[in-house]
């Protein structure tokens, strides 16, 4: 019997490796896989390790070109599995390690600003930065101050130093003077908010990367903020979170230093403004702050309460500014950007949080949490 006199000569042994095989490769199949991503997102490796090996790899990433010799052929982009279900945006975005993106449009370059990123008390390991800046004479200038400062700051102590840095120069140059009371006339508003929205959008859809969690937007002109910022507007668990802008300047009447209001895009909408609207064509927008266009919306900025500035009040806004302005990453993933058109009569940050709304995300603003913009 052939089949008797070949099982006869099998070797035990063979028998007991196909059996191992076989309980092997039933354990690769059947068992659950594993995920070694962090909770928060972010990379809990040394620096060095963490760094982009390729040009394709996420901006969020630094990037390091891999050392090959002349004449040899790089390796090929590596592919990487994110599994973003796994980020998080938690009150303790520290705890978990969770990565924020600071995206800046910057068409003039403040010491300020820098000097108070620097002194932002969330880890600089956790932050990568991004920056649009105009082409021309007044962006070159910019750009080498910003880069100046890049320099000093990711060469000295690694405390300091962020995660990763990306710089965009725009392919147009600036259409208006930067003086503060050229570019808040009201006949300017609405090409130089299409042209801000532009440019924001451009700068997040290059920069957001498969391991943010936050994207905190930052005008170049915000000189002072807490340096618990991050942690304090986080602590909220908000979707779309706004502190109020303020200024600081010289009060001649009283003779001494005071503090005023200077962002008026944050506010509760009003039937006023409604009523204006509805009698408006598609591509006409309602701008605030303006008495020509009196649409008597309840602003954030009038709410702070200078007798009892409890920071933790919460108010629910139907329009945010963009001088500070804290988003889930989320919020953006699932579409939500900046509108270089009229979108319901509203464009830009006011456009994007009415987009934000329809997508379910609901913003909100901390009218005693201030923040503080140059003084021209």
């Known amino acids: 019997m052939p089949s008797a006199r070949t099982l006869r000569r099998t070797n035990p042994i063979t028998i007991v490796l196909a059996g191992m095989l076989i309980v092997g ?27 982009a090996a390729n040009p394709l790899s996420p901006p969020s990433l630094p990037f390091k070109k891999s050392k ?29 390690r969770e990565t924020v993106l600071i995206l800046t449009p910057l068409a003039r370059f403040f010491q300020e600003y820098w000097d108070n990123l620097l002194e932002l008390s969330y880890p600089h390991d956790l932050i990568s930065l991004g920056f649009i800046i105009p082409k021309g004479r007044e962006g070159n200038t910019a750009t080498a101050a910003l880069q100046a400062q890049i320099a000093k700051t990711q060469s000295g102590p690694q405390k300091k130093r962020f995660a990763s840095i990306t710089i965009l120069r725009q392919d147009t140059e600036l259409q208006q003077s930067q003086s503060e009371s050229e570019r808040h006339k009201m006949a300017v508003q609405k090409a130089r908010r299409a042209a801000m929205a532009k440019a924001r959008n451009s700068l997040l859809f290059t920069t957001l990367g498969p391991t943010t969690s936050w994207v905190l937007w930052m005008d170049g002109d915000i000189v002072e903020t807490p340096p618990s910022l991050i942690q304090d507007l986080a602590s909220h668990d908000k979707p779309i979170l706004v502190p109020n802008c ?46 020509e266009m009196a649409t008597y919306r309840s602003l954030m900025t009038y709410m702070y309460d200078e007798a009892n500035p409890e920071a933790q009040a919460e108010v629910e806004l139907d329009g945010v500014g963009g001088t500070v302005l804290l988003v889930k990453a989320e919020v953006h993933r699932d579409g939500a950007m900046f509108p270089p058109f009229a979108f319901y009569n509203l464009i830009e940050t006011e456009g994007f949080s009415k987009m934000a709304k329809r997508l379910g995300h609901q913003a909100w603003g901390l009218p005693n949490y201030l923040v503080f913009h140059y003084n021209e």
């Open 25 to 51: 490769f039933l354990y690769f199949i059947f068992s659950p896989i594993q995920d070694s991503t962090p909770v928060g997102g972010a990379q809990s490796v040394h620096p060095e390790d963490a760094a």
């Open 246 to 291: 303020f200024q600081r300047f010289f009060n001649k009447e009283k003779n001494t230093q005071d503090v005023r209001a200077y962002d008026y895009n944050s506010w509760v909408d009003s039937v006023t403004a409604q009523s204006l609207a509805a009698d408006m064509g598609k591509d006409d927008v309602l701008l605030e702050g303006y008495a």
């Open 68 to 96: 090959t010799k002349q004449g040899e052929v790089p390796p090929p982009p590596p592919v990487v599995h994110y599994h973003l279900n796994n980020l998080t945006t938690s009150i303790d975005p520290i705890g978990r």
